[in-house]
Each structure stands twice: as C-alpha cells, then as structure tokens.
C-alpha cells in the first residue's frame, strides 16, 4: 500500500479538508498531511500555526501525520517517499487548474499518481478564504471549521490580523 500525501495550504484547514482527510485516510496505510509554506501568498497563519491546527484536527487518526514544507510538492513528496496525492474536486471550476497541476507533478516526477475526491456536497461550497472572509465580519463560522480553529481565527480577529 503506497504512502499518500495530501498537500496543500490549509489556511485554514475547513471540514472539507477534513472530510477528505477522513476519508483518504482509509484508503491508505499512511496519509502525510503537508502544509505548504508558499512565499508567493502572504497566509493569515503561519505554516507552524497552520500546522498546530491540523494536528489537533487530526489526532484521532493514527495514520494521519502532518508536516510543513516547502519548495516544490513533487520533492517533498519523494523525499517522504509519497507515490500518491490526494486532492479533492469540489466543482468543475477546480478542474483545470487541478488536473494541470497533477500533470505537471507527473511531470516532475513520473512515480507520481494523482488522486481526485470528489468532495462531500455538504462542504462542496466551502473554502479557507470564504472562512477568512465570514470569520474577518464576524460571522459564526463553526458549522465551516473545527472549535480550535474557530477560537485561532478569533485570536486573530482580536490582534486586528484578520
Ligand atoms: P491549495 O492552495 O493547494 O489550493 P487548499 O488548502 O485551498 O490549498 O486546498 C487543498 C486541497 O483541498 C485541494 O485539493 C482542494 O481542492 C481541497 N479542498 C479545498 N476545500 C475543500 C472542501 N471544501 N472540500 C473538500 N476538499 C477541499
């Protein structure tokens, strides 16, 4: 059974991540969550803060391991001796940019298979920059994201960061 890597910035993890998390998860002996730490975007939390988070999410699952990186996915990938990415479908929208993504991973690095979940229909809609924006008015955002991230989303708020 190959080791599986979700990737991705998780800023901040949703129940969506979490549903796919779930779910991967046993489909393989190992699942490595890794948290990227892109210099490109400028995150509401930092990768250690964002990766704090997933590991309180996911301390139920025993083969769930979460990390932080960065640099290219494909390297950290090989390095962790990862074969399989998982990365969830929402809507068609998120088609093209996926699906260029898992060719140019394969590209990289053809031992490398790309796993698409469709996402549960409930979460469907759901998105971390739709949670920064509810979260920034102050709407109630538990329905959309776990009680320890909805308290560091409001630890933010108070520091006027978010
Ligand atoms: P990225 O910056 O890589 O897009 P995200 O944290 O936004 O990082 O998403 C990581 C992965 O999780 C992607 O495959 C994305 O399609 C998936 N994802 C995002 N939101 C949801 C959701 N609500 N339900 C299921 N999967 C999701």
């Known amino acids: 059974m190959p080791t599986a890597m979700y990737p991705g910035s998780f800023d901040p993890v949703t129940r969506g991540h979490l549903d796919i998390i779930k779910?991967?998860?046993k489909m393989f002996d190992r699942l490595i969550v890794a948290v990227l730490n892109n210099s490109a975007k400028t995150p509401l939390f930092t990768v250690e803060e964002r990766v704090q988070?997933?590991?309180?999410?996911?301390?139920?699952?025993?083969?769930?391991e979460v990390m932080g990186f960065d640099g290219l996915t494909v390297n950290f990938a090989k390095k962790n001796h990862a074969t399989?990415?998982?990365?969830?479908?929402?809507?068609?929208?998120?088609?093209?940019?996926?699906?260029?993504?898992?060719?140019t991973n394969h590209a990289l690095m053809p031992g490398i298979e790309t796993v698409f979940l469709a996402t549960s229909i409930k979460w469907s809609y759901l998105s971390s920059t739709i949670v920064r924006e509810a979260a920034h008015y102050r709407h109630d955002v538990s329905k959309f994201v776990t009680p320890n991230v909805e308290a560091a989303l409001k630890k933010k708020i108070e520091e006027g960061k978010a």
């Open 53 to 64: 988070m997933l590991k309180e999410c996911c301390a139920d699952f025993p083969n769930v």
């Open 84 to 103: 399989v990415m998982v990365r969830g479908l929402r809507a068609v929208t998120d088609f093209e940019d996926e699906i260029q993504l898992a060719h």
């Open 23 to 25: 779910r991967s998860s």
